[in-house]
């Protein structure tokens, strides 16, 4: 068996059409879940890049792996990397005698270099052109990567692989290639009642939508709906070469977006499951097709699922003992449903101070492990809430704060959610949610004396633009 992961950045599961989002946006992944299996409740364990993806690589929780940030323009730093000792799956891959090749740009996403998404890999291509100080990701488009990874493929079609492949679409500055313009443009948005009011899914509340919140979210689809294509391609792409039957293939995200929930605007920052539910789909002709999982299963789930289903538990005992996560192949083979009272916890460092969720198939809960938020960013200043309950019972789309209401509920889940971090620190360790370094960067941050050079991002979006396709949304403030 070939292993084929593909992620797909900031692609949240409520915009998929498999996940019951109401625009055509996946019909590729929708197709790859008709024939494979999709976990309905998959959680990320971040709403940012690097956390998440490091978790993906290793089956290890943030509290563990203590990479909690994507501090992509600080430079030396030294606070955020992950233990050489902590391997990831494409060394294990490698070490269990597959042929590994990354196509990503991941360790572009932090100045400092992250070698950890190199580790394991025979063969790394990165088409990312730019420099350390730049943030130009034009040449990391889905066509860009294709056009890599196919001839790969082509060569190494006779050998047993394990090809690592992200896109960066549908990220910002959400581009799309010229075909997509005019997608989704003025079609009719549903609305549901919600405790909160008029909601539109996969926008936020109805009474937000104006015509530039309209324009921006219809450039979040029409990236999906670009990198979906893309998707297919690869697809055929395997089919032409005879490897679809012999590669279970793997599509997922490191987090999600808000448009505009909870305040705040076109960004993945929060807890909430606009940001941190994420889509999980597995194809192969071993695994029931048209499956679905309904228990709640995480980003950290994948790197053991992977051996498992690859044959490989019983070579790397140790360091599956040692992971978060737990190999979901019996519910990926229809062998058990999984725990129905499953609980998941996700976490963020960035900007909006230390926060932590647990999220059960009843309750959200986030609370702060900090005080305040000083001055959080123009795009987060509606959001404001340093304890939220969400009932998801009577409000599945989280729009009424009822932490007020059950007391008993919120204390019961922090006392959970405690533990739950309790149990996963090493004696003496901090809590490297909240380590010294990383909480002064981000108040620094947010009181302006660091700016993440704004002249040279704003450069590196307008390279990005595609201006016929109106791609990218403007970041201003």
């Keep these: 068996m070939n292993v084929l992961v593909v992620g797909c950045d900031t692609l949240g599961a409520g915009h998929c059409g498999c996940y019951g989002y109401h625009r055509d946006t996946t019909p590729h992944l929708d197709q790859l879940a008709r024939r494979g299996v999709r976990l309905a409740n998959h959680y990320t364990v971040a709403p940012t890049c690097t956390p998440s993806w490091t978790s993906l690589i290793t089956g290890w929780a943030p509290v563990r792996h203590r990479v909690s940030a994507t501090l992509w323009m600080w430079e030396n730093l030294r606070s955020q990397i992950l233990n050489d000792a902590v391997p990831t799956v494409a060394e294990l891959f490698q070490e269990a005698g597959f042929t590994t090749a990354a196509f990503s740009f991941l360790h572009h996403l932090m100045a400092h270099f992250p070698t950890w998404f190199v580790r394991g890999y025979e063969y790394h291509i990165n088409p990312n052109r730019a420099r350390l100080r ?86 979040y689809d029409r990236s999906v709906a670009y990198v979906d294509d893309r998707l297919g391609r690869l697809v055929d792409k395997l089919a032409d070469l005879d490897l679809l039957d012999d590669t279970l293939i793997m599509v997922t995200s490191d987090h999600g977006e808000c448009m505009m929930e909870h305040g705040i605007a076109f960004e993945h920052r929060g807890q909430h499951d606009p940001t941190v539910r994420v889509p999980m789909v597995f194809c192969h002709p071993s695994l029931p097709a048209g499956r679905v999982v309904s228990t709640g299963t995480q980003a950290t789930d994948l790197t053991p699922t992977l051996l498992h289903l690859a044959g490989l538990a019983g070579d790397f005992t140790d360091e599956l003992g040692q992971m978060d996560g737990r190999s979901l192949a019996p519910e990926l083979r229809g062998e058990t449903d999984g725990p129905a009272d499953w609980a998941i916890v996700t976490e963020q460092a960035e900007d909006m101070a230390a926060t932590r969720a647990l999220h059960t198939p009843e309750w959200t809960w986030i609370r702060r492990f900090m005080e305040t938020v000083i001055d959080p960013p123009v795009r987060y200043r509606d959001y404001d809430a340093p304890q939220e309950l969400y009932h998801r019972a009577t409000d599945p789309w989280q729009t009424v704060n009822v932490v007020a209401k059950h007391p008993e509920v919120a204390a019961a889940m922090d006392a959970q959610l405690l533990r739950w971090v309790a149990d996963r620190q090493a004696p003496g360790q901090c809590d490297p949610l909240l380590d010294p370094l990383l909480l002064e960067l981000n108040a620094l941050h947010r009181r302006g004396h660091i700016r993440w050079r704004w002249e040279e991002r704003r450069g590196a979006l307008k390279k990005t633009r595609d201006p016929r396709a109106g791609s990218a949304p403007e970041r201003e403030g």
């Design 134 to 219: 730049n943030r130009d990701m034009s040449c990391t488009s889905a066509d860009e990567m294709n056009r890599r990874l196919f001839p790969w493929l082509e060569q190494h079609r006779d050998e047993p692989f394990f090809a690592f492949l992200t896109y960066w679409e549908p990220h910002q500055p959400y581009y799309h290639t010229a075909e997509f313009a005019h997608r989704f443009e003025g079609d009719e948005l549903p609305t549901v009642d919600t405790p909160g009011g008029a909601y539109i899914p996969g926008f936020g509340l109805a009474a937000h939508l104006n015509e530039r919140t309209r324009r921006d979210l219809d450039r």
